[in-house]
């Protein structure tokens, strides 16, 4: 079950689930490239979960297919068991056997594959060296930090070998400092392992930061994806827009009297037309045509962010380093790109 | 865990508790304020008179005829000890496997009428086990509601099969209810789910994940089932005896009531001795396999009904994958087929029994009367429900006042003590808390409702106190401190934070002892003198004398005052759900 061949790790058509009268999943379609990292970025019950369990066979399928690496695993005639897909799974809240030893957890993917007891020891060993807590090998789950079970679980599911690894929010509940290093860790194991895998998540830096590709899911549908630099400067609605990061929306005519332009946009022509435009807050520089109130300032360290009324209405900007106004202070800025929304679809 | 373990070590009651729910909480500890001795104080009185004054007599009585008579007393009885040793394993085996089997039906699938399933498991718990004993010979003996229909008989029913299957039947509703509660506290699904995407197929699931899992769990219900069995009365009374088997319970009653001579007095203290420490020793052996095992707290009493682990768990379930959609619903209907043997066509012959004419007749309305209802309603047996009732409502009323002060000294000093005591109590058999009673007060009240009420109180204690102290432990630690900063002093924040958010529990606790006391026979059987007969203690004098319909009769009143009482308990935005005995 390693790494598949050139070809698509899953292709998942019309996919739907319901519990009970309300669906979960509405009818998605999704594909995963072979080596390919896809985060799925989704509120809670946007049906992250409902998703991988359904990829992963933990629950079956009303209507659509889904093809792990060329092969048809399930539609509403066919459920191959999850024991016969080649998925491995990291869970939200690890999913660490309470009566298992960190060795024992690790082996035990390893002694379901057919492997005896010694190498399959060996081998979850060194796996659990790899994740940096083969010292921890003879402890429960009680015994261990949050950070270290969820390295647990990653090594349980690394000796999987699969070809797709489904990732469910797995840093969701780690602090900072700990998430932004296990999220290295991820990236870089899955990549060396060369197997796609699919990363469920509602945090924005997370997906941007981990992914090859982001599909944005809303009520059980994938409304958008892209890589991170489309999803994030081209969302494709404002629910998109306001999900992917910080964004503000302004009703401007770039050509008419009072408002400069976008200097470089982001392409298409209609980029001049009035209409009503999205500005991120990096997109923004102080000093510049418009004039500008400043009406909040919030210090974060490595940024501030200021709010500018404009005639236009409220935009938020962002710039490096620490204050340089004061709430009530007039000033200007210029804007260096702008996004024209899509017209809402009827 | 704020509630103590039998034998595990001394917990104090200011430490910091991870229960399932995540959400208990250090509890600060007791500052000095004036009132705080009160509780404590009425509980040493209360344990004293209850328990330890008691317990000193029969222990007393014991030495005073010398160990070796008591040997050779205990010793004479051998087959009595015997018979409750095979019959109670049996019992035990059955229940633990069919209790466990339904509790993973409706814990872990979507089988049909999954509630319903729930819903009739509590039912079965509240049908005392002597009715349920009289309703099976009504149902399957020779002359039974499926004679009459199919021509089929059991005439083993009375002797070994019947006292193993109706014990099984008795026990099994514990045993559903502690094991449910394991599938829900102990095994998340996500384990499960981890297992099925590392390779593991459903069988190997279930033997290399969840049964390990659960191994705490069955081991208590065993070890509850057990004790259950092992103390009962009612069953081996009504279905052993005919048939000449005795088991220790029934062997103290016919030497304590039936005879004269000093021998069978002495037996009878040995037999009461034997029994309690038989099960103290089973317990305190169980919870130390337990508590070896044990990453989080469990334990027979504990663990599992030790506090609200059912109030916390979520509903796992939703959409099951299609290919176990045939499996589940196959398993669903060997339950229900279960239920309906062991509850539902009892108590149907039950009811058609009181209402027959004569016995043998075609269960057909032309042949129902209530002649048997009105000969029930006789003067004797008013005055046994009036006992029953009065007796029951003091007990709840006693015994909530008891378990509301044992909470309160528990956040004192030495209240982890307190909690043991309690749940000990418990653990002491009906027929040696009787003896007990009977040596230590029975020259000052013998023959009086107040020595029957003061076994009621010692022994329906543990019940009262466990919702209680569950509904304390899940309180968040902060709703205290908010009072406590707002200005409100211990009592205070006892009396307008604590107390009313209790609430639920005080009335459900009441309410559960309320019930145990209405269908109580065990120890009142061995307490009640003339004119202070219990109803349990006249279905069981009724049944001996070969009244099949008026036993009936009664049986099925007694099942209605019963069900009356717990109809609070059992409605659908239930008592019980609220405090943790179900969800």
């Known amino acids: ?346 | 865990m704020t509630e103590p373990t039998i034998a595990g070590p001394p917990v104090l009651p200011d430490t910091t508790v991870e229960g399932p729910a995540g959400a208990r909480a250090t509890r600060p500890r007791g500052r000095r304020v004036p009132g705080a001795w009160l509780p404590v104080a009425v509980l040493l009185a209360a344990l004293t008179l209850l328990v330890v004054i008691p317990l000193l007599a029969l222990f007393g009585a014991a030495l005073e005829n010398g160990l070796g008579g008591m040997w050779e007393a205990v010793a004479s009885a051998w087959t009595s000890i015997w018979t409750s040793l095979w019959s109670s394993l049996g019992a035990t085996i059955l229940a633990v496997l069919a209790g466990g089997a339904i509790a993973f039906l409706t814990e872990r699938t979507d089988v049909p009428g999954r509630r319903a399933l729930r819903l009739a498991m509590l039912v079965a718990f509240i049908v005392p086990g002597y009715v349920a004993a009289v309703a099976w010979l009504d149902a399957y003996a020779p002359g039974g509601l499926v004679d009459d229909i199919l021509g089929i008989a059991a005439p083993a029913l009375v002797g070994p099969l019947g006292v193993i299957m109706v014990l099984a039947a008795e026990a099994a509703p514990i045993t559903y209810l502690v094991i449910a509660a394991g599938l829900v506290a102990r095994a998340e699904p996500d384990l499960e789910r981890a297992a099925r995407v590392s390779g593991a197929d459903a069988l190997t699931t279930l033997r290399t994940v969840t049964l390990p899992l659960l191994r705490p769990f069955v081991a208590a219900a065993a070890v509850l089932a057990f004790v259950l069995s092992v103390t009962s009365f009612g069953v081996p009374a009504v279905l052993g005896v005919p048939a000449g088997l005795t088991t220790i319970t029934t062997r103290i009653y016919r030497d304590l009531t039936f005879s004269a001579d000093p021998e069978s007095f002495v037996r009878a203290i040995g037999l009461a001795i034997t029994l309690a420490v038989a099960t103290a020793l089973l317990i305190w052996v169980a919870d130390g396999l337990l508590e070896r095992r044990r990453t989080e707290p469990s334990g027979v009493f504990g663990g599992p009904l030790g506090n609200g682990a059912m109030a916390s768990g979520r509903r796992v379930g939703g959409p099951v994958p299609s290919r176990f959609r045939n499996r589940v619903a196959l398993a669903g209907v060997v339950a229900w087929m279960g239920v309906g043997f062991v509850v539902v066509v009892p108590l149907v012959a039950l009811l058609l029994t009181a209402l027959a004419r004569a016995p043998g007749l075609p269960p057909v309305p032309a042949s129902w009367m209530l002649e048997n209802f009105r000969a029930v309603s006789g003067s004797s047996t008013l005055g046994a429900l009036g006992n029953s009732i009065l007796l029951a409502g003091a007990a709840a009323v006693g015994v909530m006042a008891l378990a509301a002060a044992a909470v309160s000294a528990r956040r004192g000093r030495g209240g982890g003590l307190v909690g043991g005591a309690l749940a000990a109590t418990f653990a002491l058999p009906g027929s040696t808390l009787a003896v007990a009673v009977l040596l230590a007060y029975g020259v000052a009240l013998r023959d009086t409702l107040l020595i029957i009420l003061v076994a009621y109180l010692a022994k329906l204690w543990a019940i009262g106190y466990r919702p209680l102290a569950a509904g304390l432990d899940g309180l968040a630690a902060d709703l205290s401190w908010a009072a406590r900063v707002s200005g409100a002093d211990g009592p205070t924040t006892m009396r307008t934070i604590v107390l009313p958010l209790l609430r639920p529990m005080v009335v459900a606790g009441g309410l559960i002892v309320f019930m145990f006391g209405l269908h109580e026979v065990t120890m009142s059987s061995l307490l009640y003198g003339p004119g202070t007969a219990t109803l349990g203690v006249v279905v069981l004098n009724l049944q001996q004398l070969g009244a099949a319909g008026q036993t009936a009769a009664l049986a099925v009143l007694l099942t209605l005052l019963v069900a009356l009482a717990s109809l609070p308990l059992l409605g659908r935005s239930g008592l019980l759900e609220r405090v943790g005995w179900r969800r």
Request: no cysteine.
């Open chain 1, 1 to 346: 079950m390693t790494a598949a061949a050139p070809g698509a790790a899953l292709e998942a058509r019309g996919v739907v689930v319901s519990y009970g009268a309300t669906r979960a999943l509405e009818g998605l379609d999704l594909d995963v490239a072979a080596g390919e990292t896809l985060a799925v970025l989704g509120p809670s019950g946007s049906g992250k979960t409902t998703l991988l369990y359904a990829i992963a066979g933990l629950l079956g399928l009303e209507q659509g297919r889904i093809e792990l690496a060329g092969r048809l695993v399930a539609s509403p005639q066919v459920d191959v068991p999850p024991e016969r897909r080649p998925v491995a799974m990291v869970f939200q809240h690890y999913g660490l056997w309470p009566h298992l030893s960190a060795l024992d957890t690790v082996a035990y993917p390893l002694r379901r594959a057919g492997l005896g007891a010694d190498a399959a020891a060996r081998r979850a060993r060194e796996l659990l060296e790899q994740m940096r807590v083969g010292h921890l090998a003879d402890r429960r789950p009680a015994q261990l930090s949050g950070g270290e079970q969820q390295r647990v679980g990653l090594a349980r599911a690394l000796a999987r070998q699969p070809a797709l690894f489904l990732l469910d929010e797995p840093t969701a509940h780690l602090d900072t400092a700990l998430k932004t290093e296990l999220q290295w860790e991820l990236t870089a194991r899955m990549h060396a392992d060369g197997a796609a895998a699919i990363h469920a998540t509602h945090d924005v830096d997370e997906a941007l930061a981990v992914a090859d590709r982001v599909a944005l899911l809303r009520d059980g549908r994938i409304i958008q994806s892209g890589t991170p630099v489309e999803v994030y400067a081209q969302p494709v609605d404002d629910w998109a827009a306001v999900l992917t990061g910080p964004a503000s929306f302004v009703e401007v005519d770039p050509a008419g009297p009072g408002w400069a332009g976008p200097e470089r946009s982001s392409g298409a022509d209609r980029d001049a037309e009035p209409g009503r435009y999205m500005v991120r807050p990096d997109w923004l520089r102080i000093e510049g045509p418009v004039k500008a109130i400043v009406r909040d300032v919030r210090y974060r360290g490595s940024h501030t962010d200021y709010v500018l009324a404009t005639e236009q209405g409220e935009l938020l900007l962002r710039e490096p380093g620490e204050p340089r106004f004061a709430a009530g202070t007039a000033t200007s800025l210029r804007i260096d790109r702008m996004w024209r929304m899509p017209e809402p679809r009827p």
